[in-house]
């Protein structure tokens, strides 16, 4: 198959990645120039009965549990059908804020189910990019052509549904993933059209390599993320300060942000810095991020400023050579920021311990090439064998994984000990209270499906939906001990 683009969306049941779960995927695969490419794809994922989802999350997307369990298919099944049909060689895979939302739901989803989190997106000539990232640079750089939204309070905003609807693209049905795919090819389409040089030039530096090639030329580049404020178009000129020590990215400066008084600090003061303070008279907060080398970073060289692009972003020429000037003027300051960031990772482990529950550990570690065999031969697994391969495993996180990968895939399988044992798990999961959360996750559902409820304001639509998660929360409710031996 020749090089192609598939579009994806999700709609999720929460917005944690660890603790919530896929219900709807939704994709279409186009060609280079963004004609689509057979049928589009538009699957139900059946929530399982660990799982309370976030009643916010379901009061956008208008998708219950119950209709997933009605008409959804099992995670497993998905995946097989994802490899069968949508996983070709040379496909980009992208949509809107997929980077930091929707890759990271489908890397839980491949680990919880014995893939490979990463290899869908490497493998065979296969990559990733994210088109909001193009959009906003498209916006600070070279917005003409298109018609840009804002907020009631004027701000600046990329909000895909106002997007679409500013620029009479047809948009039926904003938070549902096969709408927002289509909204998302026909703003690729818009931005291909109107402004094709920075979209192909984005498109061709998406990759770990092509960005290290702009970030380490020795110059400032340009830099667009959601980090930085709407008012300056999400968009600064920044200098890499220094290497990030496992050489995943970089840590770079805003030179629109005079440094003197930070180079004057210690790396205690920088930390101090560097942490969100949202009160209003606050001070500069630390103008340094790390920028993620595999992130696909929207970045570009200085050279393609022009007069109202500094005016856009609010800074000028000769303020980022006098603020570069100063930054190099002490060579210790990046040897300070390293400190500071060694020792907020410390904090942060003192702070964090390994998270308990081996369903959020995949950042823990790679699998190891010993069990990738391992893991082809559990999926292709008739149920009554899965548990055979509890031996063969030698990662811990997977023979953890075993016993639950089979009660998700395979309920009517289990036999009394692992119905009991599964059973366990779900009270644990739904009841149990931890140190670092303050009620059980089936408190904090119905909790907030009452203080939803109690909205004056709220529509038959979402009353209808709350119900229905009354009626989900009671389904799953796990039996007591008693109950659950008698």
């Known amino acids: 198959m020749a090089a192609s683009y598939f579009f994806y969306d999700l709609e999720t049941s929460g917005f944690n990645p660890r603790d919530q779960r896929i219900m709807q995927f939704a994709g279409q695969r186009t060609d280079m120039d963004l004609q689509p490419i057979g049928e589009p794809v538009n699957v139900l994922i059946s929530l399982t009965a660990e799982i309370a989802p976030d009643p916010d999350a379901i009061m956008v997307t208008g998708i219950t549990p119950q209709s997933t369990q009605a008409d959804g298919i099992t995670e497993a099944e998905f995946l097989t059908y994802f490899y069968q049909e949508v996983v070709q060689p040379d496909t980009c895979f992208l949509g809107y804020n997929t980077v930091r939302f929707d890759d990271e739901f489908m890397r839980f989803l491949h680990y919880r189910n014995f893939y490979d989190p990463y290899e869908w997106q490497w ?46 693209i047809d948009h039926f049905a904003a938070h549902d993933a ?8 026909a703003v690729a389409k818009l931005l291909h ?43 600064a000129v920044v200098e890499k300060i220094a290497e990030q020590p496992q050489g995943r990215g970089a840590y770079v400066y805003d030179l629109r942000c005079d440094p003197s008084e930070f180079l004057a600090m ?10 969100w303070n949202r ?44 603020h ?12 300070r920021v390293l400190q500071a960031v060694e020792l907020m990772d410390r904090e942060q482990e003192k702070r964090f311990a390994k998270d308990a529950d081996v369903d959020a550990q995949i950042y823990e570690g790679f699998l190891g090439n010993s069990d990738k065999q391992a893991l082809r031969a559990v999926r292709v697994a008739p149920a009554a064998e899965i548990m055979n391969f509890a031996d063969k495993l030698r990662d811990e996180r997977l023979k953890q994984l075993l016993p639950r990968y089979k009660a998700r895939n395979h309920p009517d399988s289990l ?22 959360r303050p009620q ?46 008698s």
């Open 178 to 185: 096969l709408s927002d795919v289509h909204a998302t090819i």
């Open 440 to 485: 059980s996750r089936l408190a904090t559902f119905f909790n907030r499906l009452q203080e939803l409820a109690n909205d004056v304001d709220t529509t038959p639509e979402r009353r209808y939906l709350l119900e229905e998660l009354q009626l989900y929360g009671q389904s799953i409710m796990p039996l007591s001990d008693d109950e659950d031996q």
């Open 324 to 335: 570069r000037k100063m930054l190099h003027g002490d060579p210790t300051f990046a040897n």
């Open 193 to 235: 059209s109107k402004q094709p040089k920075i979209f192909d030039f984005l498109y061709e530096h998406r990759g770990k390599k092509q960005v290290q090639d702009v970030v380490n030329a020795g110059q400032p580049f340009v830099y667009s993320t959601g980090r930085y404020p709407s008012e300056y178009q999400k968009t």
């Open 279 to 322: 009160d209003e008279d606050a001070p500069l907060r630390l103008p340094i991020k790390l920028m993620q080398y595999n992130h696909c970073p929207a970045v570009a060289p200085l050279g393609v400023m022009n007069e109202a692009s500094w005016k856009r972003i609010q800074t000028d020429l000769e303020t980022i050579k006098k």
């Open 266 to 275: 210690n790396p205690q003061q920088l930390i101090d810095r560097w942490r």
């Open 123 to 168: 493998a065979n000539g296969c990559s990733r990019w994210d088109l909001l990232d193009a959009v906003r640079m498209t916006r600070a750089l070279r917005p003409e052509g298109i018609e840009w939204p804002f907020t009631p309070e004027g701000k600046p905003t990329n909000r895909l549904e106002l997007l679409t609807k500013l620029n009479k």
């Open 415 to 436: 036999n009394d000990d692992e119905r009991r044992e599964w059973e366990d798990f779900r009270r644990e999961r739904l009841l149990g209270e931890t140190s670092g």
